[in-house]
């Protein structure tokens, strides 16, 4: 199996931070990553695909990059709306897998 | 408009079995791979079982297997899940996630979740 590592766990940020998450994959699996968030007592949302796609709809302040094993997930301006946990998961074959998660607090 | 409505959830005794389903509307459901991804509360999210669009391939995680089985109906535009030997780890929020292509892909609908709790 594939395993995800995100990090950090958590991290505590005040609007207009530029904010970081990192995924790394235990192997190259290409550019099939995607970035979800999650807030609390809801369902996850599809922020970006294939490692740097921005979904339809989603804010031009998220962007996604990286290949092979190492992937970043950027909000360039952070706004009271992106408090929430975000989320890797890779497809580059079934069994897809998530990585653990990082809360994105307010500092 | 897409959607994804989940139904069949509630509390079952360890040992149990349960059927989960998931009635989508807005999209050509054949046409897509479809999964069943739990979260147990204050657990990040966990993928359960895929199906490919054709319904001829199906995937579990090695937690359920041999326990869960996944189906489609494409003629009624359903997806199911059925969960057997159920056990207190299992206790989670379902959710019924719809991916990008016709195999396993990335998760661009999801539903709003159904909540199965596995205890005495």
């Known amino acids: 199996d594939i395993q995800m590592t995100q990090s950090p766990s958590t991290l505590s940020a005040s609007v207009g931070d530029r904010v970081t998450i990192s995924c790394r994959a235990s192997?190259?699996?290409?550019?099939?990553l995607a970035w979800y968030q999650q807030k609390p007592g809801k369902a996850p949302k599809l922020l970006i695909y294939?490692?740097?796609s921005l979904e339809s709809g989603v804010p031009s302040r998220f962007s996604g990059s990286g290949s092979g094993t190492e992937f970043t997930l950027t909000i360039s301006s952070l706004q009271p709306d992106d408090f929430a946990t975000y989320y890797c998961q890779q497809y580059n074959s079934y069994l897809l897998t998530f990585g653990g998660g990082t809360k994105v607090e307010i500092k | 408009e897409v959607q994804l409505l989940e139904s069949g959830g509630g509390l079952v005794q360890p040992g149990g079995s349960l059927r989960l389903s998931c009635a989508a509307s807005?999209?050509?459901?054949?046409?897509?791979?479809m999964s069943w991804v739990r979260q147990a509360p204050g657990k990040g999210l966990e993928w359960v079982s895929g199906?490919?669009?054709?319904?001829?391939?199906?995937f579990y995680a090695d937690s359920v297997k041999g326990r869960f089985t996944i189906s489609r109906d494409n003629s009624k535009n359903t997806l199911s899940l059925q969960m057997d030997s159920l056990r207190a780890e299992d206790t989670a929020v379902y959710y019924c996630?719809?991916?990008?292509?016709?195999?396993?892909?990335?998760?661009?609908?999801w539903g709003q979740g159904t909540m199965v709790t596995v205890s005495s």
């Open positions: 996630a719809k991916e990008m292509g016709i195999t396993y892909d990335s998760f661009d609908i």
């Open positions: 294939k490692a740097s």
């Open positions: 192997q190259s699996i290409s550019s099939w």
């Open positions: 199906i490919y669009g054709s319904g001829g391939s199906t």
């Open positions: 807005g999209f050509t459901f054949s046409n897509y791979a």
